[in-house]
């Protein structure tokens, strides 16, 4: 296969593994083999207890330009339902994803480029990247859960902006409007995505997952969350993570989590 | 003689100030504290003459969360119902009728950050540290944080302290959404005690059933639809409706009731 063909490429640094989209003739868009090649790392990640954290990348210095136009073209509408359904598997391989992701954005994440970054617990972006939900300028509405993922960070209002006119988001807009959480220089996405990815890999590993769980299940009702909070804080009152979080807040040194 | 552990409760006219006192633990939610904060609460929310609550710490800091002491030797049975019990004070806060402001300097550590996080307002001096600890010693978050926190600065931000513990000082904690209002270092009661005049010079009625539909957030389009056609109505009517007709038309400031 030469390094042209649409696909994600996954390199592990110690905890932490890096999934790069590398569609180099198409921006990093989705197409068929990027989407089924990132639901086979997920499912590989899940089960390989050594990584703690995942960054999620485009090759080539930008993000992804969203959804494959060349492959729309003579679309039929179930070939349209199947194709939309295959994004549904990509995007529950990372909302249900048990390990924390951090998302490294430089130059473009629009359409489905933007709905993949949103499924990110942590979005950094270059300060001269963008975001766009374009899909109105092709006679499409939003997809892979951008209707769920956007208004849980941005307000409606600032939703209702982007998904309806299609305003192009500038990184220091999204990080007003709670779009991203940090801003790199031109080039450094990834490096300082590395950093918050290493102290997520950091972190206890149990409690991230329940919380990561519970804040999954939005919207929820108090009693919903207060009964969750219950029952995981029993379970995790026992872990040896616990001992070991305790040990070391009386001992005044970092912990060690080993997850278990 | 032991260590103070306790709620002092002092009233300023229509006011209730509520201070966690357990300063040798920077005021740890010990069950002791707990079961005190339990009754101040409701007493104050029984008693219709008080307008607002302010909730504060004694001794420079607000609350450095649960009681460490406790978590040593713990079965999930145990640990459960520790955590199932905080609903007691909770449900008072989230559900309750009358305003609720947390005054906080220091810490805002852990259950005392959930505690924070459940007040209608909050006042934070610009030096004072909020900070989800839990997993640092490998819990995940609890004081009603996973339903509060995302509704106050969003999922993004809100993982980001959940997961990561990421320290917030009072001037972040304002630009996230945390706080809603800023004060000099030492000063976060004094204007809490401000602000809770506004809200206690407000109609009680319509607080109470404002504090009421959010506490059943999520809401959909229906369900809100719902809550305001039934109550508008109610208050429509009320003795303080009519008062604040006549004041609008006389232009002087309503005297509400809360009848």
């Known amino acids: ?28 868009a989705f197409s068929p083999e990027v989407r089924s090649a990132l639901v086979g790392h997920m499912d590989d990640i899940a089960t390989d207890a050594r990584i703690r954290s995942i960054v999620i ?24 339902r199947e194709r939309i359904r295959a994004g549904r598997a990509m995007v529950e391989s990372l909302w249900r994803s048990e390990k924390p992701i951090v998302a490294a954005v430089e130059g473009f994440a629009f359409g ?13 972006v270059a300060e001269d990247a963008s975001f766009c939900a374009s899909f109105g300028k092709v006679g499409l509405m939003g997809d892979m859960g951008l209707f769920w993922t956007l208004p849980q960070r941005v307000s409606v209002g600032k939703a209702r902006r982007i998904l309806m006119l299609a305003e192009i988001v500038s990184a220091n807009e999204a990080l007003k409007i709670g779009l991203v ?67 070391s807040f009386f001992e005044k040194r970092p912990p060690v989590f080993k997850g278990a | 003689m032991a260590e103070k552990m306790t709620v002092n409760v002092t009233r300023e006219g229509p006011i209730s100030v509520l201070e966690i006192d357990n300063v040798k633990q920077r005021n740890a939610l010990t069950m002791v504290v ?38 040593g030797d713990m079965t999930p049975a145990k640990g459960r119902q520790i955590v199932f019990d905080q609903r007691k004070f909770l449900h008072l806060m989230l559900r309750g009728d009358t305003p609720i402001i947390a005054a906080v300097e220091g810490f805002a550590y852990g259950a005392g ?9 909050v006042v934070s001096a610009e030096n004072a540290k909020f900070c989800a600890a839990f997993n640092k010693i490998g819990l995940m978050p609890d004081g009603g944080l996973l339903w509060t926190l995302p509704q106050r600065i969003g999922m993004g931000r809100a993982k980001d302290m ?16 945390i ?48 809550i305001e056609t039934d109550a508008q109505p109610a208050l429509m009517n009320t003795q303080d409706a009519k008062e604040a007709r006549r004041a609008f038309f006389a232009k002087e400031k309503p005297n509400f009731k809360g009848a």
């Open chain 1, 112 to 124: 489905a480029g933007l709905s993949l970054a949103l499924l990110a617990d942590w979005i950094v």
């Open chain 2, 113 to 121: 950050f959930g505690l924070a996080m459940a007040a209608d307002h």
């Open chain 2, 179 to 226: 706080a809603d209002r800023l004060a000099k270092p030492t000063k976060a009661l004094d204007v809490a005690m401000e602000r809770a005049m506004h809200f206690a010079s407000a109609a009680p009625l319509a607080v109470a059933t404002i504090k009421s539909a959010f506490a059943r957030y999520p809401l959909d389009l229906e369900a809100a639809f719902a």
């Open chain 1, 57 to 80: 990348t485009g090759a080539n210095n930008t993000f992804s330009a969203g959804g494959d136009l060349s492959t729309m073209q003579d679309m039929t509408a179930f070939e349209g």
């Open chain 1, 181 to 247: 959480e940090e801003i790199a220089q031109k080039g450094k996405a990834l490096e300082r995505a590395m950093l918050k990815a290493k102290t997520m890999a950091e972190a206890a590993p149990l409690p991230n997952r329940l919380t990561r769980e519970a804040l999954g299940q939005f919207p929820a009702g108090l009693d919903d969350m207060l009964a969750y909070e219950a029952h995981g804080q029993g379970l995790l009152f026992t872990s040896s993570d616990t001992k070991e979080g305790l040990a």
């Open chain 2, 162 to 177: 959940l997961m990561c513990a990421t320290v917030i000082d009072g001037i972040q904690a304002k630009s996230l959404g």
């Open chain 1, 1 to 28: 296969m030469s390094n042209t063909e649409p696909t994600v490429l996954r390199q592990d640094e110690g905890a932490v593994t890096v999934l790069t989209v590398s569609n180099p003739k198409r921006r990093n």
């Open chain 2, 34 to 71: 707990k079961e005190a904060l339990v009754p101040a609460l409701r007493e104050a929310e029984e008693n219709t003459d008080v307008r607002c609550i302010v909730i504060t710490g004694a001794g420079g800091t607000f609350s450095a969360g649960g009681d460490v002491s406790l978590f």
